[in-house]
C-alpha cells in the first residue's frame, strides 16, 4: 500500500468522524431500546447470544422481514423465505438434535462415556438453554434454489441477512448469525425445510439479556486509498 | 407450507405495518436527500446505474466505511478491505479494459467487424461512461484471503457490502452491488490488488441522477411461519 496515501486519507479519518453529525450519537443513547437513528442503529447492533424470554409481537418480526426484504438482490430475484419458528417444542426439538451431535463428538473423538459423558452433555445443554435457544424466537433465512438467478443467491442471502439484524436492532431486539453451531442439515431436518432452499444463517431473536461490547480494529485498517 | 399459519400471519400484516410508526415515513420523505430515520434509508435505498459527476467529500466516504466495518463477521474477524479509486484515470482504465472483454465478445461470438463493430463498441463505451463510470468514484469491496477464518468470508463479505450501501443512501449517494459487469480478475488487474483479496463487489458511489423505482413481490411471500 502508498504508505503516504494511507496516512492522507487517515488523517482525516478523525476530522471525519469529529464533523459528520450523528457518528458519535450512540455515546448519548441509552443501549436495548429501540432507536430511530440509522447510525445509532449501525454503531449499537452486537451479536447477541443470551435473551429474555419475553416473546415478540408479530408485528415487529413482520417489520424486521419487512426491511430485510429491501435488501439488493441480483436482477431484483428477491430468492428470499424467512422462517419463523416460535413454538418451543420446535425450538427444543434443535437442542434435542444438536445435542446428539454434541454426544456422537463427546463419545467417539474425546472418548468420553459414563458419567463424565454425562456432565458434558449437561453442560452443553444448559449452554444451548441459556444461550442461543433461550431467544423466543428463531429466524432461519434461506435462499430458493430455484431462483431467477441462483448462482447469485450467495450475495443475496447475507445481504437480506445483514438488513435483518439491522432491523431488528432497530427494534430493540438481538440477533446473531449462527451457521456451524447447527449446521444446515440439521437445521432443515428438524423444521423441515424443502430441499430447494439453502440456509444462509439461523437467528435467534429476543430482548438480549445485555448488549455485549466488542473491540474492532481501527477504521484506518479498512480503508486503502487509491492502491495497495 | 401451512396454509392457516401462512394466511394468520398474512392477516396481520396489513395490521403490522398500521401499526409500527416509520414504516411508511418514506412517503413523507424527499428522495434523494441524506436522511436519519433507519426506516426511511432502508425504504429508499434503491440500486443507482447513473451519477451526477459531484465528487464525494473524504469525511462521507469516511463515514460509509465506518459503518460498513461495523457489520456482523465471523469470530470477530473483520476480514475486510474497502479500496476508494476517485482518479479518473484508473476509473477510465476500467472502462477500456471492459470493452477490451466486449470487443472480444462481439468479435469472436457475435462476429461482428467493421464498421459495426465500432458502432456497437462505441455503444457500450457510452453506456459506461453515462452509467456506472458516471461516478465520482468506485469502492472495491474486498476480504482477505488470510483472514482468520477464511471459509466464512463469503458470508462477512455481503454483510459488509450491505452495510455499506445502506450507509451511503443515509448520506444520501447511490450505490449498485456489481460482479459480473466488471469481472473479479479484470477488476484485480487493474487496480492492482493483491492476489490474496478476493472481490465481494464493485461499486460506483455518487449522487444520483435518479432514485429508480423498483416494484417488488408482496411481504407475504417471503415469510414461511412456523412451517413449509
Redesign the interface.
Known amino acids: 500500500m502508498d504508505r503516504r496515501n494511507s496516512l492522507k ?1 487517515g488523517a ?2 478523525v ?3 469529529a ?2 453529525p ?2 458519535n450519537a450512540s455515546e448519548k443513547m441509552p443501549e436495548g431500546q429501540p ?9 449499537n ?1 452486537r ?1 447477541v447470544r443470551a435473551f429474555k424470554p419475553d416473546p415478540i409481537p ?3 418480526l ?2 424486521i ?8 438482490t ?1 436482477g ?1 430475484q ?1 430468492p ?8 418451543r417444542k ?1 425450538i427444543d426439538a434443535l437442542k434435542t438434535e444438536a445435542l446428539k451431535g454434541t454426544e456422537a463428538y463427546l463419545r467417539d473423538t474425546r472418548n468420553l462415556s459414563g458419567d463424565e459423558l454425562k456432565k458434558q452433555l449437561e453442560k452443553s445443554e444448559a449452554s444451548l438453554a441459556n444461550g442461543y435457544l433461550s431467544a423466543p424466537a428463531i429466524i432461519v433465512v434461506l435462499t430458493d434454489n430455484n431462483s431467477r438467478y441462483p448462482t ?1 443467491n ?6 437480506a ?3 435483518m ?3 431488528a436492532r ?1 427494534m430493540g431486539y438481538g440477533t ?2 449462527i ?1 456451524d453451531s447447527f449446521p444446515e442439515e440439521l437445521t432443515k431436518k428438524v ?4 430441499d430447494q432452499y439453502t440456509r ?2 439461523i437467528s435467534p431473536i429476543g430482548i438480549p439479556v445485555e448488549w455485549p461490547k ?4 481501527d ?1 484506518a485498517e ?7
Open positions: 486519507l482525516s479519518i476530522a471525519g468522524m464533523i459528520v450523528g457518528l432507536m430511530e437513528s440509522f447510525w445509532d442503529v449501525v454503531l447492533r451479536s408479530e408485528e415487529d413482520i417489520k422481514i419487512n426491511a430485510a426484504r429491501l435488501a439488493p441480483s431484483n428477491q428470499w423465505k424467512f422462517l419463523i419458528i416460535r413454538d420446535k447469485y450467495h450475495w443475496d442471502g447475507p445481504l441477512a445483514g438488513y439484524m439491522l432491523a432497530a446473531v448469525f451457521t423444521f423441515n425445510i424443502p444462509v444463517c466488542k473491540e474492532k480494529k477504521l479498512f480503508i486503502v486509498n487509491e492502491s495497495f
